[in-house]
């Protein structure tokens, strides 16, 4: 794994795992992250981008689509592509909390805010 990808890694589970429910596990050979056992993101095989559950991929592939994108793979999901190389860290955050939200059941969503 290249030094970026662990810096990008790093970054991810930094945001994410002090979340209500989340965990880590691996998924196609590479880091996944999951809430409430639906998978929210994870690092593609390519470990240049991640694969990350969105249900606004229009609004930000119209923003960069350099930087967010989709394969014919993605067309029917509620995933998008994110180059970790060119993504912003704080669109990378609000991805992934958003991600996290969408995904999460209201008792999870809950424990955020009691903390």
């Known amino acids: 794994m290249q030094d970026k990808t662990l810096l990008a890694l790093t ?3 930094q945001v994410v795992l002090s979340l209500p429910d989340v965990y880590e596990q691996i998924c196609f050979d590479t880091p996944a992250f ?3 056992k ?3 993101a994870r690092l593609k095989e390519d470990e240049e981008n991640l ?5 606004e991929r229009e609004k930000w592939m119209d923003k960069d689509p350099k930087t967010f994108f989709i394969t014919d793979h993605y067309l029917k999901y509620k995933y998008m592509l994110v180059n970790l190389d060119r993504v912003e860290p704080e669109d990378l ?3 992934l909390l958003t991600a996290w939200e969408t995904r999460a059941n209201k008792t999870t969503l809950k424990k955020l805010t009691l903390n």
């Open 38 to 40: 639906h998978i929210f």
């Open 93 to 95: 955050k609000q991805l």
């Open 11 to 13: 970054f991810i589970r």
């Open 51 to 55: 694969v990350v559950h969105t249900i």
């Open 34 to 36: 999951y809430v409430n």
